[in-house]
């Protein structure tokens, strides 16, 4: 069974910053592209920052120059460095795998549960 765990949300104040990892569980052969996603409330769910297994990036703009995604492949895990952080990046944030393979079945998609951000004073 693949699972996608997310860690490292929580409170902070504006301008602060927070680190979160998603690691990947299971009997993982490769995963193609693995990011991350937030829905604020009242909000549809918006891609935040991905990147490939090559480490290419993609961010949102509203993230540009703030967030930083990275990824350890041995391990299956993916990170989101967030800096200067602003009350409207309150929202939950998700973890997305596309393409992910296992001895057995290949995943297209896979989401994590999900793990809350607050940006407040």
């Known amino acids: 069974q693949v699972q996608l765990v997310e860690s490292g949300g929580g409170l902070v104040q504006p301008g602060g910053s927070l680190r979160l990892s998603c690691a990947a569980s299971?009997?993982?052969?490769?995963?193609?592209?693995m990011g991350w996603y937030r829905q604020a409330p009242g909000k549809q769910r918006e891609l935040v920052a991905s990147?490939?297994?090559?480490?290419?990036?993609n961010y949102a703009d509203s993230v540009k120059g703030r967030f930083t995604i990275s990824r350890d492949n041995a391990k299956n895990t993916v990170y989101l460095q967030m800096n200067s952080l602003k009350p409207e990046d309150t929202a939950v944030y998700y973890c997305?795998?596309?393409?992910?393979?296992?001895?057995?079945?290949?995943?297209?998609?896979?989401w994590g549960r999900g793990t809350l951000v607050t940006v407040s004073s």
């Open positions: 299971g009997t993982i052969v490769s995963i193609d592209a």
């Open positions: 997305n795998a596309k393409n992910l393979a296992t001895m057995i079945h290949r995943h297209l998609e896979v």
């Open positions: 990147i490939t297994s090559a480490g290419n990036t």
